[in-house]
């Protein structure tokens, strides 16, 4: 893939079709779109039905749809987690931020059964609202603590994040009382598992959200100078950008999708589990904007190549859960495929095996 | 100091060629034993080149090095200290989170047992290190952690460092660029206390207060050349500048070598005449008037008054506080002291987006980490500081970021594929016009513009000199920084000349001459 691409580069051709070629050769998103391509190739081939959609009961089901739906909360994470990369940053706090934003919202619904004139109905503890409101302030907390800490403490983002990290899941227990709350309140469900129009509702809360995101970059300053930001904070200071108050907004922003992803999966699991909510989704997330093309240096990034690369992800899950490979080797052949993508990446790899076959 | 021992270091005609530039040609330098030698040249003449080389960092294309009179070629830094050379560098590179006694021993902890995997041996590290420091007459506890200590400590615990393997030869690479008055007379104590050991030191700095104040002997270099050898107390500042920049009046010997001398000849008498045409007195009210700013460590408190339509050149030699100055009034360093009016109001630089908002511009000298997004398109970088001052909400659409851009292309000449090209893959002219267009986009009142000419080739050297004059001209203020006298005689209407961390003169267009200036730059009264 790799080497046939590479002679095309830089070298717009005669006609406009081969033009139009080169520029698709030279599109960021090539490599981690054709990576999820051949995937999808890969099942089709192994997994029979794989493309088959049918509609039940008035809802899309299938492979596909499924896949879309569990990867949800890691494209939500990836949307932030991409704007913090890209100012040279990174956050790993996103978990804990998840099982947080959970425990809060299940715990101040949680849910209790009342006979209604001879009918049961289930009450929340807090009206909806304001529960779901709490859960994202927290999160917004969360994302202000983290943001000062990298940009006015100057704590290196790694260390910084890791703090939240690890005091975030504690507060969740605390929240939970170490307990797993079920909620028990029919209209929280339909966050993470209800549908609309056919469709299950969690992909509208993505959509939403990433075409906020996207008109928020490309449609105000905001892109710009997070790029600006990322890749020498030295100049764009001196360029009169108000480089901490950025860095502060897009690790909020992280935040804030990570709570929203916290909200998704409790109510799809219909509990909170402080333990395990979100454990090592900031490692998908970090993954996912790395398979998407965009540098851990910092810079040019790219959303939509994020939310590709959250579904490779799940992609390689389902496949290797429905291939029946034992959950034990799910690891070992996720780190292989990441390696190889991660590898076709690298300029410096390329190089080589340039040199190699010249 | 005698000439009758011989040097303990010899260097003869090394030349070093990369690629485009000729950094070192037949460059020497004689070491003696028990002498302070200093190392002087302008940005550029090829000191750190030659002291790399000297170090084992750089390999020379030709020449020789002869230490204690055996050939020498040392391929790495380790090697160059094991031979003898040892070097302290500009920054203190050691590390701040570890103690004195391991910064001093780092990577070659004393071992129990005189095995090299033998424990290690905690207590001989220690004393062994506060007797190294005592020999620079510190005394400290060498157990605390470096960061502890103030910088002036960190460059005594670098040499000690240094020491520590049987040096013969020490450089001194700017020690004390970020040390204050105190602090470089404790370095100067150590200095002297090493040469009366019969140490050889090399020396290198921007400072020529320092340089009368420790040398014994001083080479100068120029152009990648050895202008000269001179014992210190034969050489007046007067003659040691002129030679640093050569004559004023012989503009091919100060412009960067490399270049095709006649351009530069008829580039200089193009400019010269055109600006000799337009010469009335420039200059109404006081845009802006500092006084008495200051920085600790940094720069000595300095009144300044710029004009509206004024162009002020600052002159001095790298270091004497000029890019200093040009800081504190961009609020991109925060002053300790002083105050700042600007059109008759006093005001607050805090940051870089006060100075802005004031209408001051700043170009730094340091393009490529100061300046230029290189990553990031030539439009990107044009609207770059009209954004950041419109805010994140007020985005300028795509077509009058493409008119700003295009326009600005066609009007400084940027050469440039397209205006969606990398900045990073312009050359250096033309990635300082696209700077120059970022700052002009926002119409400031001033425009400080830190060495614009420094690595960019003559041509876009001489249009970017008439865009400035055109600009001053029209109104805008102008802080012209340049370490090329030549050039900022030619085009300034005022000049203040700085030396050492602060100004020591101010001369009107009509009482412009090489010899005062000159003078004023060296510390010697007219």
Known sequence: MTTRADPALGKPSGTPAQALGAVLLQHPLLRPAAALTLLLVLDAMLLPGFFRLEIKDGHLYGALVDILNRAA??????????????????????GAVVALSGAVAATLIGGTMVIHEGVPAYVANTPMGVALAAAIGVALLCGLWNGVLVAAIRLQPIVATLILMVAGRGLAQLITDGQIVT??????????????????FSLYVVAALFTLTLLLVKKTALGLFIQAVGINPVAARLAGLRTATLIVLVYVFCSACAGMAGLLITSNIKSADANNAGLLLELDAILAVTLGGTSLAGGRFSLAGSMIGALIIQTLTYTIYSLGVPPEVNMVVKAIVVFVVCISQSSEFRQLLKKRTA | MAQATPPVLEVTGIHKQFPGVRALCDAGLRLFPGEVHTLMGQNGAGKSTLIKVLTGVYQPDSGSVHLDGRPIRPRSTQEAQALGISTVYQEVNLCPNLSVAENIFIGRYPRRFAHRFGPVDWRAMRRQAAELLKRLQIDIDVSKQLAHYPLAIQQMVAIARALHTDAK???LDEPTSSLDEAEVQTLFGVLRRLRAEGMAILFVTHFLEQTYAISDRITVMRNGEREGEYLCAELSRLALVNKMIGAVGDTAAVDTAAVDTAAVDTAATDVESSGAADTPARGGDVFLAARGIARKGVLRPIDLDLHRGELLGLAGLLGSGRTETARLLFGADKADSGSIEIRGRRVRLANPRDAIAQGIAYCSEDRKHEGAILPLSVRENIVLALQARLGIWRAMPMKRQQQLASDYVKWLGIKTASIETPVGSLSGGNQQKVLLARWLATEPGLMILDEPTRGIDVRAKQEIMDYVSALCRKGMSILFISSELPEVLRVSDRMVVMRDRSACGDYRRGELDETSVLQAIAGEGA
């Open chain 1, 183 to 200: 909620v028990y309140y029919q209209p929280y469900f339909f966050l993470g598992s209800g549908y609309l129009l056919g469709l299950p």
């Open chain 2, 169 to 171: 030869v020490l450089i």
């Open chain 1, 73 to 94: 909360p890691l494209m939500l994470a990836a949307l932030g987690m991409t704007l913090v990369i890209a100012t040279r940053g990174i956050d790993i706090s996103v």
